[in-house]
C-alpha cells in the first residue's frame, strides 16, 4: 500500500470499531434491563410475536384472578347452603319424632314445633346476610329473570339454572303429552258393615319407606282407614274410604312412588260382623299388593321431550338453558279440559354471569334462586317449607305428614341447588383455573424465550465484544504512526 496522508487504514478500523462498540452497548442493555428486545430494531419478528404473546398473557392474568375470584364466592354459598342443609335436617327429625303422637305429650310437641320455629329463621337469616363483596347471594337478587309464569296456575316453583347469552329473551312452551298418575290399588272388599275378624299385621311400603301396621279386631273400614293414614308419613301411602273397599294411593305422582302390601297375619275382613263370628267370602279379605307404580308425567318443551318425575320438570337445551318447574295437580293429571298446553318467557337478563376464558364467547349465566323459607319445598304438589311455621297449614299439630313431605321436599331443593352449584365451581370454574394455569404457564415460557436475556450468551458474547473494541483501540494507535513516518521522509 503506497505511503499517503490519506489512512484509510484508520477509516477502516473506526468504521470496525463503532461496530464493535455499538454490539458491546447493545449487550449492556441486554445485561442491564434482562430483555433481549429492547427495542423494534433488536428484533423485528420478535417483538411482533412478543408484543402479541404479552397481551394473551396479561388477559390470561386478569381472567384467571376474576376465575379465583368467582371460586371464593361459590365456596361462601356453598358454605351457607350446606348450613341451610344442617337445618333443613334438624327440622326433619324434629318432625319424625313427633310423628307418632301417642308417646309424645303436647308440650313436647310444641317444644318441637318452637324448635322448628328457630330453625325456620336461621333459614332465612342465613340467606338475607349472605354476601361476597358486598353482594346478595342466596335472596334471589341473582336469579335470572322470567315472566309469564308468575300467576300461572299451570305451572309453579320455577327454577331457571342457567341461561344462554343471546340478547333476546326465550319462550318456552309446555306441553302436556301424556297425564301424570299416582300408583293405587283396591285393598280390602268390605261394604260399610264390614270389620276386621280377628288381628291383623300388614307391612306397608312406599318411597318413603316401610311401616308394620297392627289392626285390631273388630275395627270398622273408618277405623282401618285412619290406622293406615297414621303412618302415611313414613310410608307415603294413604288410605281412602268408599262405599265398597278401602283403595291405598301413593301421596306423590310419579313412577318413583309406589304402593305394595304384605299381609304378614290375619287379614279377614267379616262383612257381616255382629251376625256371625265368621265369613267364608275371601274375596273380600286384605290381599298381598305386589309394587304398583303411578306415571310421570308426559311434556314437551318447545317440541322436544323433557325430563320429569311425578308432576316436576327437567329440561336443558345445548345453548345453556337449563330450568326445572312443577306443574299443578290437575294440568298433570289432564285435568284442564281442552288446554294441554302454556307457556313463558326466560328473559335475557338478570342472574350472575361469569367469564370463565379471555373471550366473550367463554361467558356463563346461572340463576340463584332465593333459598328462604317462603321459597324453598312446593315440588310435586308439596307446600312450601314457610308453611312449617307455627300458625301454618303445615304445622306439627296440625298436619305432621305435610310438614314432613314439605321438609323432604326442601331437602330435595337445596341439595339440588347446592349440587348444581358445585358442578359449576368445579367442572367450570375450577377446570377453567386449570386451564388458565397452563395456559399462563406456556405463554410465560414463550415470552422468556423471545424476550429475555440469555445471560449466559450475553455473557459470551460481551467477553468477545470487548476484546475487539481493546484490540481496535490497540491497532488505531499503530495505524495513526502512519502520519510520524511522512514527516520523518520529509525531514
Known sequence: MALTVTNTNTMALLNILNKNTQLQSNTFKQLTTGKRINTGKDDPAGMIALSSLEAELTAVNATLVNNQRTDAMLTVADSSIGEISTLLSDIESLIVSTTSKTNITDSEIAANQSQIDNALAAIDRIVSTTNFNGKRLLDGSMAIDTS???????????RVFARSQDTTDTSVTVTRVSSATVASAAFAFAGATARTSGTTSLAIKGALGTANVSLASGLTQTQMVAAINAVKSQTGVS????ATNIKLNATQYGADAFVSVDVLSGGKINVNYGLATSDSNTTNDMQNIAKLTGKDVGITINGQTASSDGLDVYYS??????????????????NTGGTTSTSFTVRASGGA??????TASTRQTIGIDS??????????????????????????????????TAVREAITDVVGIRGRLGGFQKYQVGSSI????????????????????????????????????????SLLGIVNQQASQILALLG
Do not use: C, M, P, W
Open 148 to 158: 309469564g309464569a308468575s300467576g300461572n296456575t299451570y305451572l309453579s316453583n320455577l
Open 239 to 242: 288410605a281412602i274410604q268408599n
Open 317 to 334: 337445551t345445548n345453548s345453556g338453558l337449563n330450568l326445572q318447574f312443577t306443574v299443578s295437580e290437575d294440568f298433570g293429571k289432564g
Open 353 to 358: 354471569t361469569f367469564q370463565l376464558g379471555t
Open 371 to 404: 333459598l328462604a323459607t317462603y321459597n324453598l319445598g312446593g315440588s310435586n304438589g308439596a307446600a312450601k317449607l314457610s308453611e312449617l311455621k307455627s300458625g301454618g297449614t303445615k304445622q306439627l299439630k296440625t298436619d305432621t305428614s305435610g310438614a314432613l
Open 434 to 473: 386449570n386451564a388458565l394455569k397452563a395456559a399462563q404457564n406456556g405463554l410465560t415460557q414463550a415470552t422468556s424465550a423471545i424476550g429475555d436475556t440469555d445471560y449466559a450468551l450475553a455473557t459470551s458474547n460481551l467477553n468477545r465484544e470487548s476484546v475487539l473494541v481493546q484490540a481496535g483501540v
